[in-house]
């Protein structure tokens, strides 16, 4: 079924499209107010807020996507939603640098809280593979356009308005996007076993995460992508102004030819994934990627100063970088169990934006300290030791169901008997109990023949060995490394 066909994913993709576009003009906005505040230290200013985003995304989204299965998630959403607006809007009344830095961070926890279970609810919506697919391409889509309209968009209403009004443009944006969200049907969260406080819920995406090996590989693609992302978005307009002779025009047309290529991948790997599949396509759109940087950086290093020759490299890394990410959302939906999936998006979420951090901080420092040839060779040389590790990583036989055992073990936690994991006999029922729910034994609780649906009481696993979807929970705390290995 096409995405668009479901008004579900119409209004929530409406919603991410106006909140895009809304942070792009405050992302611009932001430029103009630490130059009005700072002045020449705007630059350290901006440095700054690009720290404090990326470390409120590791901080806040693993806390928000351990927690949001206990949340009534359209709710959570739209306060997200609404809070964000109102903290864009205090924006025009700063006079402080670090009221900035206080805002900001605010905002971006927030955005860190609201993005990862925002993610977890698409694969619910779109329940086939191949519609999922697409919607993750139109995600990506939405982002590269995102990136050629905000700057265009800014520049009209500035020829209008004072930057302070973008950050009002920003406050309206997210007010829409809530109000789209309140308009649509969101799934009730999937039930989840697992138990704990905000500790316990907090650690469990992230040590679940890290336990799966395609997600260990995923998370290292994640690395070699922010490696020369960050070239493009560090260093463009280094290359532009000050290697290429070029003006401002000549640097908005580079950042075009990655947004293009990153748009012509999205549109065409709905149709070849499904061929060529996930692990294959995702390798080689890095090691195009990192290809693209060495290229950059033998043309350096041989003097040629082409500006068509950098803008095909540009295009190149675009795509390959695209080809690299997308897919990686249908990985982590395939790795999560249905209630986990937002602790599940929340750990990919903020473990990707840690590789993104240190992206930034190397290629930057590179670049400045040294000649930007050098940058060009950090860049490539990390993104392909990236692909070589994260094709060590994941397994080229990359199994769903896995054969495996369990030990005999007593627990509690909330659970139904529609599974074989849960079929044991409760006193008040009868002999007539099949045999296979009869292996299983609990400690004298009775409940009504009608109440059968999620209950909880202490009960009995008998030892067993068999082959199903594997993933991390908390019955299956590891991977199993070779077949019938007890978990």
């Known amino acids: 079924m096409p995405p668009f066909s479901i008004s579900a994913f119409r209004h929530l993709f409406a919603a991410q499209i106006t909140s895009l576009i809304g942070t792009g003009l405050t992302t611009v906005a932001l430029s103009l107010l630490a130059f009005d505040l700072a002045g020449a230290d705007a630059g350290r200013v901006l440095g700054s807020i690009l ?41 025009p009344f700063v006079d402080q640098i670090w009221q900035i830095f206080v805002l900001v961070f605010v905002v971006n926890a927030a955005s860190a809280a609201f993005t990862p279970v925002f993610q977890a609810i698409i694969p619910e ?59 649509t049907t969101v799934p009730r969260a999937a039930a ?65 030819c990655a947004g293009g290529g990153s748009m012509v991948a999205a549109f065409v790997m709905p149709k070849i994934i499904d061929t060529v599949g996930e692990r294959r396509l995702m390798m080689a759109g890095i090691v195009a990627a990192s290809l693209a940087m060495v290229a950059g950086a033998v043309i350096m290093g041989a003097g040629i100063r082409d500006v068509a020759a950098f803008a095909l490299l540009w295009v190149i890394a675009g795509a390959g970088t695209t080809f690299a990410q997308t897919p990686g959302g249908r990985l982590v939906q395939r790795s999560a169990g249905a209630g986990d999936r937002s602790a599940f998006f929340a750990a990919n979420f903020a473990l990707s934006h840690g590789g993104w951090l240190i992206a930034y901080g190397v290629i930057g420092w590179i670049g400045s300290l040294a000649d930007i040839s050098v940058a060009f060779w950090v860049s490539g040389g990390l993104a392909f030791c990236g692909a070589v590790m994260a094709r060590a990583l994941w397994p080229k036989q990359d199994q769903l169901e896995l054969q495996h055992s369990h030990p005999g073990f007593w627990h509690e936690h909330p659970h139904d008997h529609a599974d074989e994991h849960h079929g044991h006999v409760h006193p008040a029922e009868t002999a007539a109990t099949s045999s296979s729910r009869a292996k299983h034994y609990d400690d004298g609780h009775q409940h009504a023949e009608e109440d059968r649906s999620k209950h909880r009481h202490r009960h009995y696993h008998p030892p067993v060995s068999h082959k199903h979807r594997f993933v991390i929970d908390s019955h299956h705390t590891r991977w199993p490394v070779e077949s019938g290995e007890m978990v």
């Open 192 to 256: 989840t076993d697992r138990e704990g406080g905000i500790y316990a819920n907090t650690r469990f995406g992230v040590v679940a995460y890290l336990k799966t090996p395609r997600l260990r590989g995923l998370l290292v693609v994640h690395f070699a992508v922010s490696c020369v992302g960050a070239m493009i978005i560090v260093n463009t307009v280094v290359l532009t102004r000050s290697i290429l002779g070029g003006s401002e025009i000549l640097t908005t047309v580079f950042l075009a």
């Open 125 to 183: 919506i779109l329940e086939d593979e191949k519609s999922y697919t697409k919607g993750l391409s139109y995600a990506r889509l939405a982002y590269d356009l995102e990136n050629l309209i905000s700057p265009a968009l800014a520049a009209a209403l500035l020829f209008v308005w004072s930057f302070d009004s973008l950050f009002i443009v920003n406050s309206l944006t997210f007010a829409l996007s809530a109000a789209l969200i309140v308009t």
């Open 51 to 91: 720290v404090l985003k990326m470390v409120a995304y590791l901080v806040i989204a693993p806390i928000a996507g351990g927690m949001a299965h206990l949340l009534p998630r359209r709710t959570w959403l739209v306060g997200l939603d609404i809070l964000r607006a109102a903290i864009v809007l205090c924006l």
